[in-house]
């Protein structure tokens, strides 16, 4: 069984540029959610992609978008960086079906971005 | 909406004692989920306990278990035992509809030799 993986581990860039983060679901699940984690504080809930679509969304802008593919792994796409989008995000994969509730999500490693 | 506090920021143990996380949530479901997750230095956040907020029964797995009073919106992890390899941060969650996590604010645990 694969675990859940993430691309780049690491990346910095410049205020006002884009950036697209990486994620590969864990075998068997079809649900992907990606969180912010900024330093020393818990995780904090971006959005949520099932069956390609956006199924819930924090309290984050439009500039913080993202995609789930057929093979539902995903991508996280943050347009007009912000010095304050420096942190370690994470992509947590679970398995979701119509109608249940919450569920075990399985976190990767994380892509740690830097903005100067 | 939910909320997840932690009010302790740092703990610390000795090695093969026993230490108590707290959390405390408010939630406006009435079927939730609420977790403990483990983040060690290399970042990786570990799923180290569950608990469904219909059974009353504690969870337990291994060294880890759960102290979950609902009516107190209270929900408490013990590790026995303690070993080196349990010093990370940990991470209580509320899990609601849809499966959207809410995290506490983290503890901190050192286990000491």
């Known amino acids: 069984e694969t675990g859940v993986t993430q691309s780049p581990t690491h990346l910095i860039k410049t205020r006002g540029q884009q950036v697209t983060l990486r994620c590969s679901s864990q075998?068997?699940?079809?649900?992907v959610s990606w969180y912010q984690q900024a330093l020393g504080q818990g995780p904090q809930f971006i959005f949520q992609?099932?069956?390609?679509?956006?199924?819930g969304r924090g309290n984050f802008p439009p500039r913080f978008s993202g995609l789930q593919f057929p093979n539902y792994s995903s991508e996280l796409n943050v347009n007009a960086l912000e010095l304050d989008d420096s942190a370690l995000y994470l992509c947590a994969s679970s398995f979701l079906t119509s109608g249940s509730k919450s569920h075990e999500q399985y976190f990767g490693p994380g892509t740690r971005l830097t903005v100067t | 909406a939910q909320t997840v506090t932690q009010s302790q920021p740092e703990m610390s143990v000795q090695e093969a004692e026993t230490v108590t996380l707290s959390c405390t949530y408010d939630?406006?479901?009435?079927?939730?989920?609420l977790f403990w997750y483990k983040q060690p230095p290399s970042r990786q956040m570990i799923l180290v306990i569950r608990q469904e907020a219909y059974k009353q029964q504690n969870a337990t797995e291994n060294r880890f278990s759960v102290n979950f009073q609902k009516a107190a919106k209270s929900f408490s992890l013990k590790i026995s035992d303690s070993q080196l390899g349990d010093t990370a941060m940990y991470f209580c969650?509320?899990?609601?509809?849809?499966?959207?996590?809410?995290f506490g604010q983290g503890t901190i645990l050192t286990v000491h030799p």
């Open positions: 992609y099932y069956r390609e679509e956006e199924n």
């Open positions: 075998s068997g699940h079809n649900t």
């Open positions: 939630t406006s479901e009435n079927n939730y989920y």
């Open positions: 969650a509320g899990g609601t509809s849809y499966g959207k996590l809410t």
